[in-house]
T-cell receptor
C-alpha cells in the first residue's frame, strides 16, 4: 500500500458543488500539505498543517478549506467548486526533522485529478 | 515575474545523450535547492538536494548551484528511457529551524528519452 493515499483519484463535478479530497498517510509524519498542479504553473501550496491543531494558509488558499482530523488524515474541501479549480491536487507529508534540516523532502501521494464543468 | 523560472521544454533526446535542465530564481534568500522527478500519473519524488552553491553528484545525476547567478542545473549523463519524466526544480529559504514544506517550485520540464 502507498504511504500517502489520496481519494478519489479522479472526480468530475459541476460548478457550485461541494467537493472533498481526502488524504491519509502511514509514514507517521506530523506535517501535511495540499498542493495543486497546473500545466505551466508548477506546484502551488494551498494549505499546510504542522500538527492536528496547527493549520495555515498557503499561497492560493482562497476557495479552499481544510480539516486535519487526525495526525494521519488531512482533507481538502472546495465549498463551491468553480471551473478554474480544475487541476491535479497533491497531498504531501514531511517529517519535522527534515524540515529543521531544510532537506525539503516532501512525500507525495499519487494525486487527485479534479475536473469542474 | 515568477520567483522561479524553469525552461518549459518539452525536451526530447536520444538514449545516451547528456541532458541539461535549468532553473533561474529571483529570491536571494533561497539556500536549499532540490530537484524532484515526476513520472506520469504519479506524485513527485525527491531526486537531488543541494545546499548553497556547488555541485553534487549521484550516479548519472549532477546538481549544480550558482548562487551568484541565481541559476541551478541538473545534468543527466547517459540518459535512459526510464529517465523520461517531468523534472521540477524547487527551492526554499533558511528560516532558523522553523521550516515547513513551503517549497517554491519551477513549472517543470517534460523530458522524453527515446531508444
Amino acid at each position: 500500500d502507498a504511504d500517502v493515499t489520496q481519494t478519489p483519484r479522479n472526480r468530475i463535478t459541476k460548478t457550485g458543488k461541494r467537493i472533498m479530497l481526502e488524504c491519509s498517510q502511514t509514514k507517521g509524519h506530523d506535517r501535511m500539505y495540499w498542493y495543486r498542479q497546473d500545466p505551466g504553473l508548477g506546484l502551488r501550496l494551498i494549505y499546510y498543517s504542522f500538527d492536528v491543531k496547527d493549520i495555515n494558509k498557503g499561497e492560493i488558499s482562497d476557495g479552499y478549506s481544510v480539516s486535519r482530523q487526525a495526525q494521519a488524515k488531512f482533507s481538502l474541501s472546495l465549498e463551491s467548486a468553480i471551473p478554474n479549480q480544475t487541476a491535479l491536487y497533491f497531498c504531501a507529508t514531511s517529517d519535522r526533522l527534515a524540515g529543521l534540516l531544510n532537506t525539503g523532502e516532501l512525500f507525495f501521494g499519487e494525486g487527485s485529478r479534479l475536473t469542474v464543468l | 515575474q515568477k520567483e522561479v523560472e524553469q525552461d518549459p521544454g518539452p525536451l526530447s533526446v536520444p538514449e545516451g545523450a547528456i541532458v541539461s535542465l535549468n532553473c533561474t530564481y529571483s529570491n536571494s534568500a533561497f539556500q536549499y535547492f532540490m530537484w524532484y522527478r515526476q513520472y506520469s500519473r504519479k506524485g513527485p519524488e525527491l531526486l537531488m538536494y543541494t545546499y548553497s552553491s556547488g555541485n553534487k553528484e549521484d550516479g548519472r545525476f549532477t546538481a549544480q548551484v550558482d548562487k551568484s547567478s541565481k541559476y541551478i542545473s541538473l545534468f543527466i549523463r547517459d540518459s535512459q528511457p526510464s529517465d523520461s519524466a517531468t523534472y521540477l526544480c524547487a527551492m526554499t529559504a533558511r528560516d532558523g529551524g522553523t521550516s515547513y514544506g513551503k517549497l517554491t517550485f519551477g513549472q517543470g520540464t517534460i523530458l522524453t528519452v527515446h531508444p
